[in-house]
Structure formats: structure tokens, C-alpha cells
């Protein structure tokens, strides 16, 4: 009889260390070319493995090899976040040399640890929920917001910072990771959503509700205003601007955001420009009944700006990041508090909606209970 579908995703991922350890004392496979060709080679023979174990499926959801493939690569990031904080060696060093030397700063180390702990959680959870026929769309939701986020700091850091220089063959095996998670999040959003059927006359006395009557979402909404506000100045921040109170901050706050390997910079670009009109939505979403997007979007929204957070912070204290651009000690509470806040605040946006989302719904005909489920 064969394991259960999630056990053989684990045990093909858990192969990962063996194949590193194996390429890492073959000098011959260690040059550019031979690195990326091997690469995709692996990840084909993995994706091959994946649809052996499946074979007995009547019809496999197209999604499953995604979530899969990635994640053996989830162990591969998780055994170079444990190899560049010295707790194993021997089998990343001959990627970090001709393969992709970024991974050895702390924003990829921290990136690697969410990659090989959170995403490969999140992995095993989705294809156990997928071959049981539960519903994974919210779960699904999490990960491609996380990995987006993940992705469109990641590529533009490494091409336009301190290592764009040196790019090797390898760094270009990034492009189906780079788009796979969009197409996923296409399929998943175009994906009908499970919703409880509420009567009509719940959802208009719901919906009459005035944003001073629903205190919860009124303080939602004062602390998206404030996260906006964070993002425009770190925005201007990273940009140079010339006000006093700009240069106070990115020397005696957070100097992280001038670290020449350029990804917090980056990061904040992404949240002036992406992150900064989302909340804006969310906020009109919160006052204006029946915007039913709000459920899918809040949830894509919290794992971007966790996956962001986590990764900003912890290379804002690792020890790879030079000791000058790490936060002060005396004002690490502030810097911290506000940043540990700005990754919480979706998550509990998302919360709100997920446990409560009537005021979000269209009005339904009555007469349908609440122990029924419609597709809206």
C-alpha cells in the first residue's frame, strides 16, 4: 500500500541535503554552466518522482506539482539557512561560490528560513487537505501572497544591488519560481470561494452599520491610515529624500535601509507602490458594504507582508549584516514594535474578515440558512 501523498512529498524533499552534500565534493559539477544545467535536471527528475507518486490518482489538481516541486526546493533553502549560521557544512559551498552568492547575506538567510520552515508547513498542509478533498484556496491564497512578495524583492535585489556584478548561470533557475506563484495565484483566485449562506435581512442589518458602530473595524482602519503613512516616509526614506527628519531616521533608526546589498530598499518600494495602495483599498473596503474581494485579498495581503516582515526584521539583527547597519540598541523597541506591527496589522485584517465576513457578502434571497453553503 503507498503512504499517504503528503509523506512521499516529504520523503522526495528530504532528498534534498543528500543531493547538495553529493555536489558539493564532485569538483567537476562545480562550475556556472554545469551548476544550472544540473539544476534543472534535478528539478525534472523530482517533478517525475512527484508524478509517480500520484499515478494512481484519477485526476490530479494541476496545482500539486507546484506546491510540490517547491517544496523540495523549501529544503534546500532551509539547509542553507542552517549552513550559514553554522549549525551544519558541507553543502552549500560550491553554490554560494559559482552558483549564487547572494544567499550567504542575511536577507536570503532569513528568506531561506520562512522558505524551509512556514512555506514547506504550508506545503504539506495544502496537499493533504488537496487529496482529501477539503477546501486549500485560503491556504493557497497565503502562500502565493508570501512567495510574490518573496520573489519581486528578491530578483530585482540581486540584479540591481552589490551582486549584480556577479551574476552567475545558476541565479536564472529563479524565473519558473518567479512566475509559477503568479499563475498560481490566478488559478486559486479564479477559483470559486465557500462561504456560509447568511438571510438577506442579516447582511442589511449588518450592512447599515455605520464605521463608528463597529469599533473593531474603525481601529482597522486608523491603524491601515497609520501603516500607509510608515510606508510613503520609509518610501521617501529609501529614496534620498533631503528632510531632516528622513536623515534622522535612516541613520539613528533603522540604518538597514541603506545596506548595499539593496533588498531592504527595495522592500520598501514594493510597500510605497504595492503595499501602500493595497492598504488604501482595504480601507475603502472596510466603510463600503458587500466588497466581497476583501476576503481573498486581506488573506494574499497577510502572507506578503509576514513573509516581508519576518525577512526584514531578522537581517536587520543577523550577524551577516555589518554591525553599522543593524538597529541601534537604543532604539531597537520602537524600530521593532512598529515593524512587528506592520506584520501583524494584515493578519488580523484578515482575521476580521475570515471570522466575521457578512458585511463583506451580497444581500442572498431569503429563506436560505446559515448551515447551507453557496459559492459567491
Known amino acids: 500500500m503507498r503512504p499517504p501523498v503528503e509523506v512521499s512529498v516529504l520523503i522526495v524533499s528530504l532528498l534534498a541535503p543528500g543531493v547538495l552534500y553529493t555536489i558539493n565534493n564532485i569538483p567537476a559539477l562545480q562550475e556556472p554552466l554545469p551548476i544550472l544545467g544540473l539544476g534543472m535536471f534535478i528539478l525534472g527528475f523530482v517533478l517525475l518522482l512527484l508524478r509517480l507518486t500520484v499515478s494512481n490518482q484519477m485526476k490530479v489538481d494541476p496545482l500539486f506539482y507546484v506546491f510540490a516541486e517547491f517544496s523540495f526546493t523549501c529544503m534546500v533553502g532551509l539547509t542553507n539557512a542552517l549552513e550559514q549560521d553554522g549549525f551544519i557544512s558541507g553543502f552549500m559551498g560550491f553554490y554560494l561560490k559559482k552558483g549564487e552568492p547572494h544567499l550567504s547575506t542575511a536577507y536570503a538567510v532569513m528568506m531561506s528560513y520562512w522558505d524551509g520552515i512556514v512555506h514547506f508547513i504550508l506545503f504539506l498542509t495544502i496537499i493533504h487537505r488537496m487529496f482529501r478533498g477539503k477546501s486549500y484556496r485560503s491556504l493557497g491564497l497565503l502562500w502565493a501572497g508570501s512567495s510574490i512578495a518573496n520573489q519581486i524583492v528578491h530578483i530585482p535585489g540581486v540584479v540591481i544591488g552589490k551582486y549584480g556584478s556577479n551574476i552567475r548561470p545558476g541565479f536564472w533557475r529563479n524565473i519558473p519560481f518567479f512566475l509559477a506563484p503568479f499563475w498560481a495565484a490566478s488559478v486559486l483566485f479564479s477559483r470559486p470561494r465557500e462561504m456560509p449562506v447568511v438571510t438577506a435581512d442579516k447582511i442589511s442589518a449588518e450592512q447599515k452599520k455605520g464605521l463608528l458602530f463597529r469599533p473593531i ?119 521593532i514594535t512598529l515593524n512587528v506591527l506592520l506584520a501583524a496589522l494584515p493578519a488580523l485584517l484578515a482575521l476580521r474578515c475570515h471570522n466575521n465576513p457578512v458585511y463583506f457578502m451580497k444581500p442572498v434571497p431569503e429563506g436560505q440558512t446559515n448551515k447551507e453553503k453557496k459559492k459567491n
Do not use: N
Request: net charge neutral.
Open 217 to 335: 473595524d474603525l481601529l482597522l482602519s486608523l491603524m491601515l491610515l497609520g501603516a500607509m503613512a510608515f510606508s510613503v516616509f520609509r518610501g521617501f526614506v529609501v529614496l534620498d529624500c533631503p528632510l531632516d527628519t528622513c536623515f534622522t531616521y535612516i541613520y539613528q533608526y533603522e540604518p538597514y535601509l541603506k545596506d548595499p546589498v539593496v533588498f531592504p530598499r527595495v522592500m520598501m518600494l514594493v510597500y510605497l507602490f504595492y503595499a501602500m495602495p493595497l492598504m488604501a483599498f482595504f480601507t475603502h473596503g472596510l466603510r463600503t458594504p458587500g466588497c466581497s474581494w476583501m476576503l481573498d485579498w486581506t488573506i494574499f495581503f497577510a502572507g506578503a507582508m509576514a513573509q516581508s516582515q519576518w525577512c526584514h526584521i531578522g537581517a536587520s539583527q543577523h550577524s551577516r549584516t555589518p554591525y553599522t547597519y543593524r538597529v541601534p540598541a537604543d532604539k531597537w523597541w520602537p524600530v
